[in-house]
C-alpha cells in the first residue's frame, strides 16, 4: 500500500491524532523512508495492529508468524534466497493447501509460480514486512549445525584433537555472518569454565546463542585479533580495532573491543 493510500487509512480509522499523523508523514518524506516505518518507528502504532488495519483494507487475512510454529520442511518449500527477495514465506498447510504469508498479496505472477511449483493452491495471508523479516532467521537455525559440521569434519582429519587445525576462519566468519542477519548489534565471545559462550544483542537484550569448545576460543580471539590488526602477543591490557567483512548484502564494518577477564581474554563485535 502507497503512502498516499496508507494515510487515508489510517486518518479515516482514527487510530492516530491528525497532527501526529502530518508528523509521521513529514518524517517519512525528510528520511525517504515509508509513511508506515515513520508511524511505527515514532511509536504512533504497534507494527501489528497497523498492519492488521492494512490487511483489514485489502481484505486479505492477517497473521502474526512471530506468533506461531513454522516447521522447517514447510519453510524450505520456498528457498531462503527467493523468500528473502519477494518477502514471502510459506508457514503451514491445511489438507491440499499452502498457507502463504506475503507483504505484497498483489504480486500474483509470483504466487502462481510457487503454487504451480508445489502443486498446491495456497492461502494468501497478509504480515508486515518487520514481522517477515524477523521470522526469516528461521532459515538460520541450520548455522547452528555448521559449526557441529566443521568440527566434526575437523574431527575426522585430526582425530580426537580438533584443536590441531580446526577451521578458526571459518566459525569467525559464520559468527558474523548469522549476527547480522539476526539483527543483532553486538557479538560477545566470552570465556567460561567448561566452553567458550556467544552471545547476541538483540533489541537490546543479550541472548545466548552458541557454545564452543573451550579449547578454541584462545584460536577464535586470536583470528579477531589478526583481523582487527591488534596484537596477537598481547593478553594483559584491553584492545579496540576495526575489522572489514564482505557480505553479499553489504560491507561490514566491525568494532571489535579486547579486555582480559579471569579465564582469559572476552572479545565484543560491534
Known sequence: MDDVKLFKLVADAA?????????????????????????????????????????????????????ISIPLDILHIIPESVSEKQMTLVFGESQNKLKIATNNPGN?????????????????????????????????????????????????????????????????DTLIEYAYRS????IHIEPEEEHSLVRFRIDGI?????????????????????????????HLSAQDGKLQMKLKEEDLDVRVSLVPIVGGEKAVLR
Open 108 to 172: 500474483k505472477e509470483f504466487l502462481e509460480f510457487v503454487s504451480k511449483k508445489a502443486g498446491k493452491k495456497l492461502e494468501i495471508y497478509f504480515a508486515t514486512l518487520r514481522d517477515i523479516k524477523k521470522s526469516l532467521n528461521l532459515y538460520k537455525k541450520e548455522l547452528y549445525k555448521t559449526f557441529d559440521e566443521l568440527l566434526e569434519q575437523q574431527v575426522n582429519v585430526a582425530g580426537k584433537n580438533i584443536t590441531s587445525e580446526a577451521p578458526i576462519a571459518k566459525i569467525v
Open 206 to 234: 543479550l541472548h545466548d546463542e552458541l557454545k564452543l569448545p573451550k579449547e578454541l576460543h584462545d584460536q577464535v580471539i586470536t583470528k579477531i585479533k589478526v583481523l582487527s590488526a591488534l596484537r596477537t602477543d598481547e
Open 15 to 67: 487510530v492516530v491524532p491528525e497532527i501526529d499523523l502530518k508528523k509521521a508523514q513529514d518524517l517519512a518524506t525528510a528520511r525517504n523512508i515509508p509513511l508506515y516505518d515513520a508511524l511505527v518507528e515514532k511509536d504512533l502504532i504497534a507494527d501489528e495492529n497497523l498492519g492488521k488495519l492494512v490487511a483489514d483494507a485489502i481484505e486479505v487475512p492477517f497473521i502474526t508468524l512471530q506468533k
Open 183 to 186: 539483527n543483532a548489534s553486538d
